[in-house]
């Protein structure tokens, strides 16, 4: 049928078809294993919060005194990205102290508002004291004070802060000689 020759050469073709069709497999697995191994980032967009005015907040030697008459710190917490923001306010580095121990005080309360843009008063978001009934512990160094805030991209909310010591009708030597000292903090870690 065919010579010795012809048999060579379709023998020969088979195998070069061959080593090329195992080549382009090769290949076509090593191009393919190489092009799926990637690993993928999808960017949704930017969480960013920023908070406007000083954190700290000191007092010492208060007098008893009505609410209306507490000293009040006024900050604005700014969504300045992309997403909504869901945020907390806590008062954070906290050291509540009478004769140099950690001490509570049921008398020692504070006041959270809204504010609107001049910093007129408006909703009270939550209010409480420096107490067990409020949540707080002697020696605690946080405290939130709310949590789950909301608040858009390129929104604004205004807050007013009051802390004052509740005139009790009452000798308040318990309170005498009370220290307090924290400073503010908004973040949008999850917390209870």
């Known amino acids: 049928m065919w010579g010795k020759d012809t048999r060579k050469r379709v023998i020969l073709l088979l195998l070069i078809l061959g080593i090329l069709l195992i080549g382009i497999g090769v290949s076509y697995a090593y191009f393919t294993a190489v092009a799926t191994s990637k690993e993928q980032v999808v960017k949704s967009g930017i969480l960013e919060l920023t908070y406007h005015t000083g954190q700290d907040i000191s007092t010492e030697g208060m007098f008893p005194t009505a609410e209306e008459e507490a000293p009040v710190h006024k900050f604005t917490v ?63 160094d946080e405290f939130v004070i709310k949590t789950n805030m909301i608040l858009a991209p390129e929104e604004k909310q205004n807050f007013i802060l009051k802390v004052w010591l509740e005139e009790a009708g009452n000798p308040q030597n318990e309170d005498q000689d009370l220290k307090l000292t924290m400073k503010i903090q908004v973040n949008t870690l999850e917390k209870q």
């Open 78 to 140: 700014e969504n300045t990205g992309m997403l909504d923001a869901h945020y907390n306010i806590s008062f954070v580095d906290m050291d509540l102290t009478k004769n140099g121990m950690d001490v509570t005080s049921f008398n020692l309360k504070w006041a959270l508002y809204l504010a609107d843009s001049d910093y007129n008063e408006g909703e009270l978001v939550k209010n409480g004291s420096f107490s067990s009934s409020s949540g707080y512990t002697s020696g605690d």
